[in-house]
């Protein structure tokens, strides 16, 4: 036998119980089993669990503020202008490219700051963001 390193100083004082049964565990009950488990004569119904998750209104599908409005159209449509440009073979100027570029970044920088905080201040912080 070789010399005993650290590992099999470690694993020398643990209890290990590696033997496995002779028998398969008992088989899945079946529907017709799980039936017979609650008799309508009982008074309590089965108890239902309550989600683990809290429910959150739904947001509307309009940002209610016309700054973020804006921001989504310049978002969206700096892009789209230069596409159909292009697909229509309409050559721009270099300040009209600059220019959807720079309308593009500062909409998406607008509504990256819009968005809501989760930090210290909220009550329910720290969360691990998960929202239905």
Request: net charge negative; aromatic share 8%.
């Given at each position: 036998?070789?010399?005993?390193?650290?590992?099999?100083?470690?694993?020398?004082?643990?209890?290990?119980?590696?033997?496995f049964?002779?028998e398969?565990?008992?088989?899945a009950?079946?529907?017709?089993?799980s039936?017979?488990?609650?008799a309508?004569?009982?008074?309590?119904p089965?108890?239902?669990?309550?989600?683990f998750?809290?429910?959150?209104?739904?947001?509307?599908?309009?940002?209610?503020s016309?700054s973020?409005?804006?921001?989504w159209a310049?978002?969206?449509c700096a892009?789209?202008?230069?596409?159909a440009?292009?697909m229509?073979?309409?050559?721009?100027?270099?300040?009209?490219?600059?220019?959807a570029?720079?309308?593009?970044?500062a909409?998406?920088?607008?509504?990256i700051?819009?968005?809501?905080?989760?930090?210290?201040?909220?009550?329910d912080w720290?969360?691990?963001?998960?929202?239905?």
């Amino acid at each position: 036998m070789t010399d005993r390193d650290d590992f099999d100083k470690i694993v020398e004082g643990l209890d290990l119980d590696l033997s496995f049964p002779d028998e398969p565990a008992d088989p899945a009950p079946t529907r017709e089993d799980s039936q017979l488990e609650w008799a309508p004569e009982d008074d309590d119904p089965p108890e239902v669990e309550e989600p683990f998750y809290r429910r959150v209104d739904p947001v509307p599908l309009l940002p209610r503020s016309r700054s973020v409005l804006i921001a989504w159209a310049a978002l969206l449509c700096a892009p789209l202008a230069l596409v159909a440009a292009t697909m229509f073979g309409v050559f721009l100027d270099r300040a009209i490219l600059a220019g959807a570029a720079l309308i593009f970044v500062a909409a998406a920088i607008y509504l990256i700051l819009q968005l809501p905080e989760h930090g210290p201040s909220r009550r329910d912080w720290p969360d691990d963001g998960a929202v239905l």
